[in-house]
């Protein structure tokens, strides 16, 4: 017998407190549990990004689930749903250097433990929320829910929609949460608009869609690392076109090595501000799951600059913003000017799916160096390349060791993979691990180099499934551009060029996608696809069509019953 557990939580909202309704329920993948409850809290934080100056989203509600692999559904009862009274709109772009925008505060909770968490936007073609009309942006209020403005290569800025690809399912944040009698479980829910925000090719314009890859911070458990970087080597931030020698788009990253000891990664990354150059990388996570404190290794890197690695920098458990903050040097740190640089792309476009990325990384001289993350970009979904090639400095990188006192002794050091040159490995938006790395050589004369992507690696107990069907067109001619779009968890992992048969008037189409199987279930193995289609030279938003049936593989490497159809106008 399903057990209905009605609660009221409580939700304040720009200091206003409210009360709601919501439903839990337990049965097969559903919750189990009874009273007491405890308190939730979730706020939300960013990366930064070089080409935004503003990002909007609007929030309009959130789910829970003690399942981690528990399918999303509006009717489904064993979700705990909380639908905001109003809708919120933020700035992901203003949420960098430590700052949290407070998005539920005392949601009160049954307590045990959660699996995932689903944030539900309203999305660029919903009607216009009150408070996105309520925000101002360079060309007044507000054009959508969720926004971008970007300044293009002369300094103009420009705004766009941007695209939510959440296909009614929302944007899910996987981790187990617990909720305890008398302790509130506090969240930081990190967005990263540098790899969550893609530029994709549409036509002659560009269109910007959300492929967000959410993280979170317990904020029980949170440390701090600042610092300064001196701003007489950096490129006035009023200055677009950075003329001379001077470093711009300076970044700071924290990272710890990875759990399979291979490499390291970006756990946090913050920009600097651009008049005082000082930086804070918050929340960080202080202890691992062992309760051992972690130390990070700082990289600051830039345009124009070299590499800057700065190794063991310590943390404390409890770290807030104005409070027990690891300063890296007691002095602004002076960066090296490296003025020369260059791009890299691919040569080819990324398999076997579109929607992936690609890291750039540095290893330090000596045994038993594994490789920095230098630099990450997402691929178009749409292409399967950069939209913008990477850019890479020609430099040797500037390595210091932490010391609790003094200035850092920074040297000059050769990397393994040589000055200028970046072990760089691929990796797919799901069930595929990092590709064996290449080695990419620095190329200033032709400015731009390319590479062939190495193929990402398919998880264990991942097949490779096959999908097939049909796409029925009943207005052939009137859309001669069009992609079929696949999404999981409001994540676009794939697209197929679909061009040439709208101009046939439709017909058979294979495509394929990560499948689990009978032995070896792949629960997350279930996708939605929904047709893109426009007609080149006209220019306005392509037209999106929904695929109501779904792409079920979690048990089963073949589909042969997919249809997509257009019907006339």
């Known amino acids: 017998m399903r057990q209905i557990l009605r609660i009221a939580p409580v939700l304040i909202l720009g200091g206003i407190a409210?009360?709601?309704?919501?439903?839990?329920?337990g049965g097969s993948g559903g919750m189990s549990v009874t009273p007491p409850y405890g308190a939730f809290n979730m706020a939300v934080t960013d990366g930064p990004s070089d080409n935004f100056k503003h990002a909007w989203v609007t929030l309009r509600a959130i789910?829970?689930?003690?399942?981690?692999?528990?399918?999303?559904s509006p009717n489904d009862n064993s979700w705990?749903?909380?639908?905001?009274?109003?809708?919120?709109?933020?700035?992901?772009?203003?949420?960098?250097?430590?700052?949290?925008?407070?998005?539920?505060?005392?949601?009160?909770?049954?307590?045990?433990?959660?699996?995932?968490?689903?944030?539900?936007?309203d999305g660029p073609d919903d009607p216009l929320d009150a408070s996105a009309s309520a925000i101002q942006s360079a060309s007044g209020a507000l054009q959508w829910n969720d926004q971008v403005e970007y300044a293009d290569a002369a300094g103009a800025l420009h705004e766009a929609a941007l695209e939510v690809e959440d296909d009614g399912k929302g944007l899910r944040l996987h981790g187990m949460f617990s909720v305890r009698a008398g302790t509130p479980l506090n969240l930081a829910v990190d967005f990263n608009l540098q790899d969550d925000i893609v530029p994709v090719d549409e036509d002659d314009t560009t269109a910007f869609i959300l492929k967000p890859n959410l993280q979170y911070f317990d904020m029980a458990n949170t440390g701090a690392i600042g610092g300064q970087v001196d701003t007489s080597s950096l490129c006035r931030e009023e200055d677009d076109d950075h003329v001379g020698s001077c470093a711009f788009n300076v970044e700071v990253q924290a990272e710890l090595i990875?759990?399979?000891?291979?490499?390291?990664?970006?756990?946090?990354?913050?920009?600097?501000?651009?008049?005082?150059?000082?930086?804070?990388?918050?929340?960080?996570?202080?202890?691992?799951?062992?309760g051992k404190p972690l130390s990070y290794d700082v990289v600051i890197r830039g345009r124009r600059m070299a590499t800057m690695i700065i190794r063991g920098v310590p943390t404390t458990n409890g770290a807030t913003p104005t409070s027990g903050v690891t300063q890296v040097q007691s002095t602004p740190i002076t960066v090296t000017p490296a003025p020369q640089e260059y791009q890299a792309q691919f040569s080819s476009l990324l398999q076997p799916l579109t929607g992936g990325s690609a890291v750039f990384q540095e290893t330090l001289a000596g045994a038993g160096e594994v490789p920095y993350e230098i630099r990450w970009a997402g691929t178009d979904p749409f292409t399967g390349f950069f939209k913008y090639p990477v850019w890479l400095e020609n430099a040797p990188v500037q390595f210091a060791t932490y010391g609790s006192s003094g200035a850092l002794a920074f040297a000059p050091?050769?990397?393994?993979?040589?000055?200028?040159s970046y072990a760089v490995a691929t990796n797919e938006a799901a069930y595929y691990t990092l590709s064996h790395p290449v080695t990419i050589a620095s190329s200033i004369s032709p400015l731009v180099t390319t590479f062939a992507p190495p193929v990402p690696i398919l998880a264990t107990g991942?097949?490779?499934?096959?999908?097939?069907g049909t796409l029925a067109v009943a207005?052939?001619?009137?859309?001669?551009?069009?992609?079929?779009?696949?999404?999981?968890?409001?994540?676009?992992?794939?697209?197929?060029?679909?061009?040439?048969?709208?101009?046939?008037?439709?017909g058979p189409i294979t495509f394929n996608?990560?499948?689990?199987?009978?032995?070896?279930?792949?629960?997350?193995?279930?996708?939605?696809?929904?047709?893109?289609?426009?007609?080149?030279?006209?220019?306005?938003?392509?037209?999106?069509?929904?695929?109501?049936?779904?792409?079920?593989?979690?048990?089963?490497s073949t589909v042969s019953n997919f249809t997509a159809s257009i019907q006339a106008d």
């Open 462 to 468: 991942v097949v490779n499934g096959t999908v097939s």
């Open 80 to 121: 705990v749903k909380v639908s905001l009274p109003t809708p919120i709109t933020f700035d992901l772009a203003q949420l960098s250097n430590g700052k949290l925008n407070q998005i539920v505060q005392n949601l009160t909770l049954p307590t045990g433990d959660y699996g995932q968490i689903r944030l539900f936007l």
């Open 413 to 420: 050091v050769t990397p393994q993979e040589g000055v200028g």
């Open 18 to 25: 409210l009360s709601l309704s919501s439903c839990g329920g």
């Open 258 to 290: 990875a759990p399979d000891g291979t490499r390291h990664f970006a756990a946090r990354t913050t920009a600097i501000n651009g008049d005082s150059g000082h930086f804070l990388l918050y929340p960080l996570m202080a202890t691992d799951n062992t």
């Open 513 to 556: 996608l990560p499948a689990g199987s009978a032995s070896t279930p792949q629960m997350g193995a279930y996708y939605l696809a929904y047709l893109r289609v426009w007609r080149g030279g006209e220019h306005h938003r392509a037209k999106f069509i929904s695929i109501p049936s779904v792409i079920d593989l979690r048990t089963t």
């Open 63 to 72: 789910a829970l689930h003690t399942d981690p692999d528990h399918d999303w």
């Open 475 to 506: 207005n052939s001619g009137h859309f001669d551009h069009g992609m079929l779009v696949i999404t999981r968890y409001g994540d676009v992992i794939d697209s197929i060029d679909v061009s040439s048969l709208l101009a046939a008037g439709g």
